[in-house]
């Protein structure tokens, strides 16, 4: 497999040879394996590990593996470790797609940070099955059945048109050491039951089904090249015009198509809309007649559609907090403010600061553009817009966010984050803790 791989690298990512890159590792056989591979071709890697803290003991002791994995083979590794049960309570996720933000968010966040060129998962022709399967059974577009992508932006995943039988056999051969996830033997998750329980008996019908998927996804993917040009041929001469804040569509060339829901739905599929019988309507409907999402409109105006970003009305709450304050009022609630001898551990909702190093009267304010700051537990300063574009905030969400500020610097990003600058220390001699309450 090493030799395999190594052809892969040449053929296909040939840039990664001399590039910085970051490898997610959890323990497991396939980013053991990955890491591994990657060291004896020479690529230039570091190791980054979450500890998700949901299976008590046994996440430590993968933490613990990877450390010692990374002294074995000499490699730099970063470790982060996150409260995903909370963070999925307070943004209302399954702590599945909890934790897949967290990992790529802080992910990124060391990407930038520390100019890694590329970020390497494990992902094999296994779970590029299991994801299509997934998705099939949900119900989905041509997108959902186009399968893992190789290369997404700055991810890279180079074993994807490895099996896991394969990945399974390097390590066998080569005397690696992995860790288990006893999580992956339950059957409660639809992947896992997938995985167990559908996918051998598949196997079992058709042995070269592996082989005739990876066919499939090429040829689907090959399709969706076609579905690209079609709608790009057609906005070319569909789109009147483009400013910053809405674009015009000539109506009656949706009207010559012979399928006009499929290319509506192509076009402003990733604007949040849902209501596709109401779209297509709208060629037929009277002027003044719209459809919404919560981010965006699409109106009818004579001839032509109108899409629009959805103009929320600007807010001007500002208030101050002075040192005998207890508490303020906000639209999201009240701020507690109190001194403590000690700390507990922190959430979204409750930080804990050094108060010596704030500056008096404090101010309660929302966001502006350019606005940035030092996110807790991390290195180096990020532009607020880019931290909530990695946590994935609709606009509506953007802008009700308040900042908590001593003297323009932002101390707490409210219900969010807080920042690193007012973290307590050791040499701490004054703490506050500051709590949000609805």
Known sequence: MLKSFQNNIKSN???LQKRKLLIAISGGLDSVVLTHLSKQSNLKISLAHCNFNLRAEESDADENFVLDLS?????????ESFDTEEYAKE?????????????YNWFQDLAEQLQFDYILTAHHVDDNL??????????????????????????????LKFTRQQIEDYAKENDLKWREDSSNASTKYLRNKLRHDVIPVLKEVNPELLSNFQNTVSNLNDTADIVEESVQAVLKRAILNIDNSQVSYKISEFKKLNNPKAYLFEIFKDYGFTQWTDIV?????????????????????????ILSEINVEETTFETKINLEDNSVETPLGSLIVEPVQDISKSNQSIIYVDKDLLKFPLV????????????????GKKKLSKYFKDEKLSLLDKNKVLLLCSQNQVVWVINYRSDNRFKVTDTTKSILKIKLTK
């Open 281 to 305: 309507n709208l060629l037929e409907a009277q002027s003044g007649k719209q459809v919404s999402s919560a981010t965006h409109s699409l109106l009818k105006d004579r001839d032509c559609l």
């Open 91 to 103: 943004h209302k996720l399954s702590i599945q797609m909890a934790a897949r933000m967290l990992r």
């Open 364 to 379: 309660v304010r929302h966001w502006e553009e350019g606005d940035y700051f030092y996110p807790f537990g991390m290195k």
């Open 130 to 159: 299991e994801t299509f399967l997934i998705n099939l059974t949900r119900g989905t577009g041509l997108d959902g059945l186009t399968g893992i992508p190789e290369i997404n932006e700055n991810i890279v995943r180079p074993i």
């Open 13 to 15: 990512f040939p840039y």
């Open 71 to 79: 002294e074995q083979l000499d490699l730099e590794v970063f470790i």
